[in-house]
């Protein structure tokens, strides 16, 4: 026991031990900008620990390891750089992407399509299944459920999250009251997608929540509205 305790705490090793606990980290890093940059860290601990216990074979494919993962990091900025987005593009960003790196956000984006709409159009239809997910970034629309007016939603705002998260129906009819344009998502194509790339899922979800809440407390807020007559 001794022995094992000595040999483990032995400095001569603790660039081992160093390049290890940074790989590790590196797993849990949902961007990947810093997976990538944190790999780089844990291949140069490990090529130098190789080297100083005389293990070039091992110490050439951690070279490799980090290399290539520099090569990645200049992919990464070579695409960011080239990632520029218009007002309403940086709109949905900022709602629905927080923290993911610009080359996925421009993959999402590149995902939908932008489409306008008169008023009186009815986009959502109280239980039924909608193909479609819509990002608002102009204009306003009604909620109704069972007839009777529940919300009003605007720009920043998702139509049809609920039912994209959870595979069922509607809730509520969704009709534009105003002249409305929208970042739209075939619902199976972004599934597919997200699939391919869970740290953008998981931005894009939490953005769901956030603007559940948001819609939750324009609901409370306008409910004492309601109540005095005001429509």
């Known amino acids: 026991m001794q022995e094992l305790y000595d040999s483990f705490f032995n400095m001569t090793v603790l660039p081992g031990h160093i390049s290890y606990v940074l790989l590790i980290t590196s797993m849990l ?7 990538r940059t944190i790999a780089v860290a ?34 990464i900025a070579f695409e960011n750089r080239k990632a520029r987005f218009t007002a309403e593009e940086q709109l949905f960003i900022d709602v629905a992407l927080q923290h993911v790196d610009q080359a996925h956000c421009r993959r999402v984006v590149r995902l939908g399509n932008w489409i306008d709409e008169a008023d009186s159009v009815v986009l959502i239809t109280e239980d039924t299944a909608p193909d479609l997910l819509y990002f608002v970034v ?28 959870t595979g ?18 075939d ?3 972004l599934r597919s997608y997200l699939v391919k790339f869970p740290e953008v899922r998981h931005a894009l979800e939490s953005g769901f929540n956030r603007n559940l809440v948001d819609k939750l407390v324009k609901l409370n807020v306008s409910r004492p509205a309601t109540a005095n007559g005001v429509s």
Do not use: C
């Open 42 to 75: 844990a291949g140069s601990f490990s090529s130098f620990y190789y080297i100083t216990i005389f293990d070039y074979v091992s110490a050439f494919w951690e070279g490799v390891f980090t290399l290539v993962n520099l090569a990645q990091l200049a992919i």
């Open 29 to 35: 890093m949902r961007r990947m900008v810093w997976l």
């Open 168 to 185: 069922k129906k509607a809730t509520a009819t969704v009709t534009t009251v105003t002249p409305m344009r929208f970042l739209v998502f």
């Open 138 to 165: 102009n204009g306003t629309a009604r909620v109704d459920r069972h007839g009777q007016q529940v919300g009003i939603v605007g720009p920043g705002d998702f139509l049809g999250e609920m039912s994209y998260l």
């Open 187 to 189: 619902r199976a194509q």
